[in-house]
């Protein structure tokens, strides 16, 4: 089969790609050392509609569609990761609202995500003692009258110290996945705190902070969707971020390659360059196929969200195979520079150490297993 973007597609790339490249490739190594939010330029890829790729124009995006914004994710990833994160996040809360909202709520939040007015937008799902088992969340919402009171606390959670608005889980109802509700919170509340800033391993441009919720009183319009609809709501933003995360790794992957390729042209030895000899063609030749197939697999996942059909099991298999696949490229692009490879004057060591979370958040490699053969039995 032949696959052929249409016009509204290849103009999103190419506008990903010219930015990724001219933009944030030359910058993100000093994003990186930094531990600098890249502010200035979430601002620009939003004044680009990237901020809103699948959003409907009325609410400020672009309306392009899945495949559209897993194509701009893929190229924004391979420039900076650590920019691409909040990308990711952004869309997925604007798209989260967009289709469980109010009318009110979809037009007091999207504009202001997709127009970058909002620093960011955050996903308060997972907890300190819990990220996979979300059902067993501990977070409770009292109900308050007209509103609700918050109590609990939250564990990584992307920009959630940048957020102009944080979609949070609690506990409204009995146990189980049925007693789950989503909120829209506005950051500044009382009671609510942000903690420290995660010293992580990679993708050090995005801020991860816990959240705690000590009596954060919201009004009856915070609530989004229906009460003990929460858990349906965060599984579904978790089907399209899986196609994100997917996404993102291909771009790590690649730019891990692309480094691969230009030191083994570059790098003699023993007389030659050393992408003559086998050893190096063949790891070379193996990342190049692994991406392509992983490219496929989060094309296919965009492209059935994108038809309206259901895409769970074919989003957690992008998400599971390009990940994995991100940080195999990124290794073999760490083995092909050798020495140079392990420090930080060659872009190999960063893109190692960014691909190594996408088979953990959004979901572990292992609960894309779970749920690609529960979706296999189901059939």
Not at 5 to 32: F, M
Not at 171 to 182: E, M, Q, T, W
Not at 250 to 256: F, K, L, M, R
Request: aromatic share 8%; proline share 3%; glycine share 10%.
């Amino acid at each position: 089969m032949f696959f052929e973007l249409n016009e509204t597609q290849r103009l999103v790339q190419q506008a990903a790609r010219s930015y990724a490249q001219k933009t944030l490739a030359p910058i993100a190594a000093g994003i990186d050392r930094e531990g600098r939010f890249p502010r200035e330029q979430l601002l620009e890829l939003a004044e680009l509609g990237l901020m809103g790729v699948n959003v409907p124009e009325e609410y400020g995006g672009a309306a392009a569609g899945a495949v559209a914004y897993s194509l701009a994710m893929m190229e924004i990833a391979q420039g900076c990761a650590s920019t691409s994160v909040a990308m990711a996040v952004n869309n997925m809360v604007a798209e989260t609202i967009v289709r469980f909202g109010t009318e009110a709520q979809k037009r007091k939040y999207v504009p202001e995500i997709t127009s970058g007015r909002f620093e960011a937008a955050s996903y308060g799902l997972s907890e300190p003692q819990g990220g996979s088992d979300a059902a067993a969340l501990r977070t409770t919402a009292r109900k308050d009258g007209s509103g609700w009171v918050l109590n609990g606390s939250k564990q990584w959670i992307t920009s959630g110290d940048r957020a102009g608005v944080i979609v949070v889980w609690a506990r409204s109802g009995d146990a189980g996945s049925k007693g789950i509700s989503c909120f829209l919170v506005e950051p500044g509340l009382p009671g609510l705190h942000v903690g420290k800033h995660e010293d992580k391993m990679g993708l050090r441009g995005s801020t991860t902070v816990s959240l705690a919720f000590d009596d954060v009183h919201l009004k009856g319009s915070a609530l989004m969707g229906a009460p003990g609809e929460g858990f349906v709501i965060a599984m579904t933003a978790l089907d399209g971020g899986r196609i994100g995360i997917a996404s993102q790794a291909v771009g790590i992957g690649t730019a891990a390659l692309d480094a691969a390729v230009r030191y083994a042209r570059e790098r003699q030895a023993f007389g030659q360059p050393i992408a003559n000899y086998q050893a190096i063609r063949f790891m070379l030749a193996d990342v190049a196929t692994e991406l392509d197939a992983a490219r496929l697999l989060a094309l296919r996942a965009a492209a059935l969200k994108e038809a309206g059909h259901r895409f769970t099991r074919e989003a957690s298999m992008a998400k599971l195979f390009a990940s994995e696949k991100a940080n195999r490229a990124s290794d073999i692009a760490v083995q092909v520079h050798g020495g140079y490879g392990y420090i930080d004057e060659f872009p190999a060591e960063r893109h190692y150490r960014d691909a190594r979370v996408t088979t953990i958040y959004e979901g572990t490699s292992e609960v894309q297993r779970l749920v690609i053969a529960r979706e296999i039995l189901k059939d």
